[in-house]
C-alpha cells in the first residue's frame, strides 16, 4: 500500500497532566501517514485523486488546537478519527512527540504513535 507523509507537523497546543503543564502551549511534533492507493493520481495526474497535504496539515493543526488535552494518547486518537473521516485512507500511522516532556532528563522526546485503520 502506498503511503502519503507529513513528517515533523510542528504545532503549539495545549497538552498535559496539571493545569499548570495546560496552562502555556507547548510544541509537538506530529508525523502523519495515510495508507492509500496512489496509482489512479499518479496516472491522472490529478490532486483530486490523491491527498492535499496542505488539507491534512490544517486538520491535525485544527485538532491539536480545538482544546486543551491532558494525554498525547487522546489527541493521537482524535487525530487519526479526523484523518480517517476526511480523507478516507485505508489506515493512518499518528505519531505525537513532546520534545520538551523530558527534556531536563536528557530524553530527545516522549510521545505515543497509534495506528487505525478505517472501519476499526
Same mark, same amino acid.
Do not use: H, N
Given at each position: 500500500?502506498? !503511503?502519503?507523509?507529513? *513528517? ?25 501517514? %495515510?495508507? !492509500? ?9 490529478? %490532486?483530486? %485523486? *490523491?491527498?492535499? $497535504?496542505?488539507?491534512?496539515? %490544517? ?8 482544546? @486543551? $488535552? ?18 478516507? @485512507?485505508?489506515?493512518?500511522?499518528? !505519531? ?25
Amino acid at each position: 500500500m502506498d !503511503r502519503v507523509i507529513l *513528517s515533523g507537523a510542528r504545532v503549539q497546543a495545549r497538552i498535559g497532566v496539571t493545569e499548570e503543564e495546560r496552562a502555556q502551549p507547548q510544541e509537538l511534533v506530529i508525523d502523519v501517514e %495515510l495508507e !492509500r492507493d496512489t496509482r489512479e493520481a499518479a496516472r491522472a495526474d490529478d %490532486l483530486r %485523486l *490523491s491527498v492535499d $497535504y496542505a488539507a491534512v496539515w %490544517l486538520c491535525l493543526k485544527a485538532v491539536a488546537q480545538v482544546r @486543551p $488535552y491532558a494525554l498525547v494518547e487522546t489527541l493521537a486518537e482524535r487525530i487519526a478519527a479526523a484523518v480517517l473521516g476526511e480523507f478516507a @485512507p485505508e489506515a493512518v500511522r499518528v !505519531r505525537v512527540r513532546k520534545p520538551g516532556a523530558l527534556r531536563e532528563e536528557g530524553v530527545d522526546w516522549a510521545g505515543v504513535e497509534i495506528v487505525r485503520r478505517r472501519g476499526g
